[in-house]
């Protein structure tokens, strides 16, 4: 039997859609991003950021996330929510709050039921520009480039979002031809 993280990585190896939710967590702009893959052909669905005041009290606004989380995974119904890692900050009050926004993704995603795989910015970067090193412009460059969008996306924080879940669906790909190679 599959753990949820095993299920999230072999989600979607048949030909079926299946929807891939990116988030790149924060507490001031929490960017998501929600992708079909089906038939091998890529589409971008929707995207955008949920805001919080910064004068809010720190539960509402991580509410306000959770509950914005929660309504993206009911109407979107993904089958597995692929998260940014913390990665190391210089700044501990911001890795103190980039956690605790991770933490409620998480929290809505196992309200739903939802997979969780998780990426760091440098697994991101390799599978989305071929350079893990690469600068945020050309990320957002190759997004819109692989996506066919007319325009780069925008904020940065759903451009990352987006980014995110494209390296997922990247992932996706090289295990399904790992698979048909070992048949």
């Not at 005041?53 to 991580?62: V, Y």
């Not at 700044?91 to 933490?103: D, H, I, L, P």
């Not at 945020?136 to 819109?144: R, T, W």
Request: aromatic share 6%; hydrophobic share 45%.
């Amino acid at each position: 039997m599959k753990n949820r993280a095993q299920a999230g990585l072999t989600a979607g190896l048949t030909n079926e859609a299946v929807k891939v939710m990116g988030i790149d967590p924060g507490l001031a702009s929490t960017g998501y991003a929600m992708l079909e893959l089906k038939d091998e052909c890529c589409r971008l669905l929707e995207y955008g950021c949920i805001h919080t005041p910064a004068r809010q009290d720190l539960a509402k606004r991580l509410m306000e996330i959770f509950r914005g989380i929660c309504l993206l995974i009911d109407r979107f119904t993904p089958a597995v929510m692929a998260v940014e890692q913390l990665f190391f900050c210089k700044n501990v009050r911001t890795a103190m709050q980039v956690g605790e926004a991770r933490g409620v993704v998480l929290t809505a995603a196992a309200t739903r039921s939802v997979s969780v795989v998780e990426y760091t910015p440098l697994q991101v970067k390799q599978a989305v520009a071929g350079f893990g090193r690469a600068e945020k412009k050309q990320v957002q460059q190759m997004v819109a480039l692989i996506l066919k969008m007319p325009e780069l996306p925008e904020p940065d924080d759903a451009a990352d979002a987006i980014a995110i879940a494209l390296c997922h669906i990247q992932s996706r790909h090289w295990r399904k031809k790992v698979e048909n190679f070992r048949l």
